[in-house]
């Protein structure tokens, strides 16, 4: 196209450069992982088995990381009889089809390599976290975890705030009355993605009262997903530490 | 009572015993103070400053302490017009007719005896703590007060545990994400009546986050009243107060 | 510590004494008991049998009594096939691992000393009743009862209203409107702690509306919990019940 | 009627016989009086002041008595200076132009005639118990009344139980937790009109809180209307009176 | 007792003359038939199936007729084998255990007599309509029926009009947008018990949107019990329909 | 176009080709008449005067009839000192600004022609009516209106059926129980736009019951907008009209 | 009847003549077809197989086309047996039963009819958008379909623009934040019939998210049905459809 | 720090470090600088004019930049009238008082920095998305701006995609439906912080549709801040932005 573009040209011109392939039921992008630098991410609730396998084959055979979220028990034997090399997380219901990318460094490698940490207040709470582990995993970042630091117990969270305070992301996971953001958002000076969970009985409402209260944080670095979804936070979290890296190496090859 | 009797008797004339008094619009009470022990209530909200003065005369004509919730800026100058000794906490917008009885020790003075911790999240929520401070005062219940300890400053509030660890009751106070009552519970052995104070704007609905977070804590010695109800919050706490000293001088008298 | 200290290091050090042990997927605390006076609690609920299995040995291995709430019928087998002596509510689907300590006297033999008063408006709400009788008892506090009833037959209720007059606490139970606790609350001069039941249909909102009527309680001595919290209420009733005995009991030791 | 009808034919033509008439800015129907046995309702709320003196002239015109509910202050004004004759009540916001028909009896000559109990249970709750009130003299129907008789203070209450043993119908008011109807229900015999009302504050939710509590009554008898609505709660009770007296006349006329 | 009595003498002998039995799970109340005129009602719904035979037994056997509703298929099937000439409804999910009282007449053989209009908006409203149904005939209150006429069929409805004038109470049963008792209440002059139900789908929230808009009918005569409550606005109707029917015969007779 | 072009070319070229030009606070768009065949809209509400202005004098300057709804009376004062012959409609709170094109049809002058009807159920709901209207002679759609026809009163509403029959789209407008378009809904064979109104009290919850009643609607042809958006309605209902007419047209000239 | 009918009498004229028949359970009505130009429709959901099938049964026998809606398995089985050359969609829930009238033409062969354009969000949505789609072809109209466009994947809807804008009314099905509808508004100039689904989870509240999202559009040309109520879409969609082709075909004929 | 620490001590030694001052009515922290990096925050809304300027002063005093949000126009003049220099935002409601830091590079001379992007949808939405520009300028956080481009003109909104795809972070602000962050974050590969605000009307309640749309977002990279907020979103977006240019920063000097 010619220099006298206008610039819509320029944003439509990315648009349309991006192929896409129909399935009957499904138009699959192979350019997503270009675009945003991640993993292609299937949502599996409510698909098929049929649907499942076949989206995440066509993904595969693109060459991208397949990351399979909400999966049941059947869509998870699926994807292991497909993709044998499949790694499943039972707990958290995710499957990571990897694409032979260099593997994250283990918790105890961090080396000051910029990273998450993911703090989940109780035990009900882990199907969440192991969610947000799979998918910190996938995207490739880095991660420190904290298991069973309610609010009300303040000398478990506490000898962990120094920890803490390194990581260029928190993922912070609750149920019940969901303040343990607030407590963390006070102690870091990075973005805290808050997930409320379901975990709760009575008029926890099915976790849409965490949900609110941690929207109503009195901390200022808050910021909220969906009840349960440890998937989006650790998304947005791995997102914030990916650029810290980039900057890093870029700087230090610049 | 004669010994024939079945033991419905014995509710029933403890009942009709109590004489009462109609006004035009309201039936007084007089024996209130006698079976609970504390003076009369007034909840002046949606009364007319005729209605509320009238009550007031009654009540204190009977020798009451009358204690007046809720009150407008002209009731509590009719109050005052009415009775000239009153207390009168503007912020707390209540208004004290004490009847003679002794006063409350001053905070400095506790000296050992069973008191009340009365906790506030944020300089907002003084209005709702001053009502709580007017209350305990009416029911003779001494306190210890501290303002301004929300969750995500931790550094705040941590001096404090160990003088919240005498009390034999805790009011705590906080509207946003009502997080305080969960990290306080955590931290004391006695019952924390927790308030929930419409402290907040947009998806806070007035106080109703607060209050669902608190019913929803994870610690398990909370118990909640209504929104910005600081009066029933120290008004069951100075029940416990009151019995715990009642014990003690039993105990020391008997 | 040297003398100089200041007010901040009193409250550090009491939370830094407090030591803790990392199960994989909790982290329990044995001091728990010495800081509040009371056993330790597992929520069973959304836990594996494992988990609940080992916490449990971990804390009953430390001397404390242990309550298991929400239990299912798995989990209450298993507690059973690990502690053979342990207090089996199938109703209020608890378990009590008791320590061995001296028991609660049983309910004809209160003898004036402090106790609650348990009152439950229906039939249906008789699980959350049972739920708050094993609290009470692994509390170790007395406690009377008085099933089924409800505000529309006071015929039934007002007989009791002179037993429930000397309990120190009295825990509430209802569902549908929850009115019970308003009607006792301005028969009695203690806390009541409410209950609201999930015991309705249509619009009863799973228990909501049963809990905000009781927040909205024109009774002042009201504070209330979770819905079916029949655990937390009767653990802070306990609490009035344990500082009334023991100020009755230092005053005549001292 | 012809006798080859078919019934469609006969539901038809009543409606058919109903003439109305066209006011620019509302459809007055004449007939419903003879429909309904009572007078003309304007429900003034939202209505300007001309549209009100019209609709009222037009329908007084007709030789119907109206009742205006809902009035402003304009309102009632604009009302009483085109009729002279008519009832205000201030505090029930309402209008009565009588059309000259026979006077209701006064409360205390009730002689035994079928008659409406309105109890109310707070001082603040007046406003709408008189709206009740001016709409049970519209319609004709006696009634007897109480204020003030909340359930947390059933010493005020329980001595008028017999009197409204002997009404027809029950109108019940009643703001924060709306506990007043199922105690009444359970000491009648006879339908229970209750009403909820936007008193209250914090969580009460405007009466939707008292409002659900009504429909979860665990008394049998009780139906209820939207909050605040004092008329509908009369009108309905009135027509239970209506039938009653008609039927008693009926049969002593037959 | 003695000539000087006060007017809560009164009401309270009336509560004490009435005797109770105490069940383990319930306390029976004998004379509430001699205080309403009605049978005594088992809610069943949350009742093992032996608390519900023995409080039947029990009530039985103290001669009142006997009604259980939402009684499960277990439920019925052990009251059956208990009471063999018991009347089941299965749809309606009622029994009810007659005490050998006079027979309701058959809905062709009114004759004149005050009755009741029920009518119900959709087939699938049946469940809630056999309900109210079996509830009047345990009440001994005659009625007629009307089933399938929604409002968006008005060329079904309006043939039945002249019918329903004719009744001293109409229950209206309907679900989804509930607005059958508005157009019902324009027709009729007597009051209408309207009966929302959980029928229908998506934002019905099970029944609350029929339930609101009943609430707020633009028609005066309408009030409103719970979601799917076809047992208590039969039993309000039926307390209407005694009345007129008490009225009659005791003015005849007198 | 050339013959290479990818389907998104085509999509993207009409984006591409609609020009704007930016203000400071807004950007204005002057194709959106070309694309969708009416006037720009401008929605005044939380709109300075200064901006309402300056955008309507852009979009009128490029030849657009121009339509403001929600306006405050501040603001059609500034529009109407700007565009002298601008139509003002004060109840329904909007401004039209014509472009000089050929003028509605008067209702009496319908000829045939395709039509809306506008129906309204109460003199309340009058504002929204007339926003409405406005909306249909901005868009050029003829229509027949009717007032004050709720659905408790039928005999007013149903002479008019026959007349509603012959339009292309119905627009009905309701408060309270919003019931009117499912009676309506019944009567045609068209779409009905059905608009809650925010009219009403206690429960209506400012309009939600009537748009959640519509919304389950027992009638097949009714789709809802957001509550007292009159606009919306008639735009769509405008559509439909246009898209008949044009059908018309182009065949008869085709 | 005679020449002096007032108008009422016409309306009137044409309710009467519509014929019914009244099964035990239903008010079947034969003329709604004639009446509505469209199939009798059966929402199965909370009917019995028995009831299902006699309603289809008897329709049908009318000559009338017959859709079943929200039918279970059992349901479908049923009315196959019945109605052996039944077009069943499993996914969507329905069955159409044709009464022997024209086909509709297949999607390739519009050639510039009047048509609906079916868009949907993803592919969880499928089910509702195949109720969809039977209910276009049970109502005789063409249609377009294009799946899985969610809105935070720009550039596989955009293509599809051009085609979209063709269409005379466009079918919008989307669940989660139910963006869709808003974007596609923008893009054409017809009405927008918007389906919110129960696809989501955590706070979706089964769609209802989506349903005031879409209510709340910023679009002008939306209107929404019931969570996951495609065939109310399509049925309001075809209505559209069917009056352009009418008003085309008439215009050529006449 | 000594060898012989626990890691507790480490946690706790920070926290203890922190010195505190009591004012009467707040505890003012200096070092939340020194721990976050960024200038304190005084939440004006329901603080007096001389609680808000002691704190100020305070803050100031210590050396800090202070940022005042939602002050009323009183608080603001109290503010400049004390701090002549300070900032002062009218329409954002905010007043900045630097403590004579660099300034913040103007928009224009972004020069590849690492910076935000601030999305507005609507006019309406501007001083949401001025409190969010002050806040990014109190903390030093470079950003470009685009107002005005709700979802439903996407011509308005794509020629500005590739802008903002070098942002480190987006802040996304909109009413209504919220629709907008979903379709940003489809199109960039950082973290979206989503901003709903109040602007809407009907059921838009309050902009709480707008956060559970945004919650329920189809885009991955999206979480929530409470209504409104602009301050939060921008805080946590400058965070990002802070960590990206310090490792730049960082490598660049290392």
């Given amino acids: 196209m010619a220099s006298g573009q206008t610039p819509i040209d320029s944003a439509l011109e990315r648009l349309r450069a991006l192929p896409f392939e129909n399935l ?18 299937i949502f599996c609730q409510g698909k098929t088995l049929a649907q499942v396998v076949a989206i995440a084959r066509r993904l595969a055979g693109g060459g991208a990381a397949v990351l399979a979220t909400r999966t049941s028990v059947e869509q998870r034997q699926a994807l292991l009889a497909e993709f044998s090399t499949a790694v499943v997380n039972e707990l958290g219901r995710g499957v990571l089809i990897e694409s032979g ?51 009300s117990g303040l000398h478990r969270l506490l000898p962990h705030v120094e920890r803490w305070q390194k990581a260029c992301a928190v993922v912070a ?19 805290v993605f808050a997930v409320p969970t379901s975990v709760g009985y009575g008029s926890s409402m099915g976790g849409v009262v965490a949900m609110l209260a941690m929207l109503n944080s009195c901390a200022s670095n808050i910021s909220v997903v ?11 979290a791995s997102l914030v530490c990916q650029q810290v890296r980039t900057a890093r190496n870029a700087a230090r090859e610049g």
Avoid at 226 to 236: R, V
């Fill in 24 to 41: 009957e039921f499904a138009t699959v992008d192979h350019h997503r992982q270009l675009r945003c630098g991640h993993p292609e991410v």
């Fill in 101 to 151: 990318a260099a593997r994250v460094p283990a918790e105890t490698d961090l080396s000051g390599a910029p990273h998450v940490a993911l703090v989940c207040a109780g035990t009900s709470d882990l199907p969440v976290a192991e969610e947000a582990a799979l998918t910190l995993r996938a995207m490739g970042a880095p991660f420190i975890r904290l298991n069973d630091v309610g609010v």
């Fill in 173 to 191: 996971i609750a149920g019940l009355e969901g303040a343990l953001p607030s407590v963390i958002g006070g102690l870091v000076a990075c973005p």
């Fill in 226 to 236: 969906n009840i349960d979804n440890g998937f989006g936070a650790a998304y947005s």
